[in-house]
């Protein structure tokens, strides 16, 4: 039998914290990006745990994750003019907490493998997707607001299945049911979270909606050979 444990903690500060804001310069009617350097410290801090059981029939798997962070966004952190193809990066706002746990079985001289993984995501947030650009009327060189976040809809536990079976060696079929019970939801994880079409009303007035969903309940089967 093996019974493992793991913890990792981490608290970074990072001085000059580099972060772009957007100007719109009326004049001219043309909008640039300026790349800052934040005064303050940029801080980021969590621990990451895991157990871990194996007898070689049966094995558990359970990890946990926190972290929280404080620092400026940038404005192209959101996806409200075009997105990637336009140069805009992207990034997901990881959940406070999330955890997972995976368990499972090994039959057949563990050529069969059966397992379940249930997924759990705390409060998440994702970075609004739209900001004005007119936060100063008299100002002919206006700036957009600081970027903020707003909080995502309650995210569900999501349960997978899968099975995997090594007919070879070197030779594996697997199948998969992700989102077992077919639940509706946002992945906190996924980029166009803050896409422009989160926005139902204008660049001046925005009504923000919360319907891209994640995929319901999905099969896979999938195979893999190693050489």
Known sequence: DTLGFKML??????????????????????????????DEKA??????LEFKYDTGF????????????????????????GGAQSGQSQF???????????????LFEEKLTLGA???YTGKAKRIVPVGSLDDDPSNPDAMAPLKTTDELPKIPTIVDLYANYKILKNFTIKAE????????????LYSYN???????????????IYNNSARGRTFIVSFEYKY
């Open 9 to 38: 903690y981490y608290d970074t500060k990072v001085k000059n914290y580099i972060y772009n804001r957007r100007y719109w310069q009326k004049a001219d009617d043309a909008i640039f990006l300026m790349q800052l350097n934040d």
């Open 43 to 48: 801080k980021f801090h969590g621990v990451e």
């Open 58 to 81: 049966f094995y558990s798997i359970l990890s946990y994750t926190y972290q929280k962070s404080k620092h400026k966004f940038s404005d192209t952190e959101s996806l409200e003019f």
């Open 92 to 106: 997901a706002q990881l959940p406070e907490h999330y955890a997972n746990l995976d368990m499972g079985v090994r």
């Open 117 to 119: 993984l249930a997924k």
């Open 177 to 188: 049911v992700q989102n077992l019970f077919d639940k509706n939801y946002m992945d906190a």
């Open 194 to 208: 803050t896409g422009e079409n989160q926005n139902a009303g204008g660049l001046f007035d925005p009504i923000y």
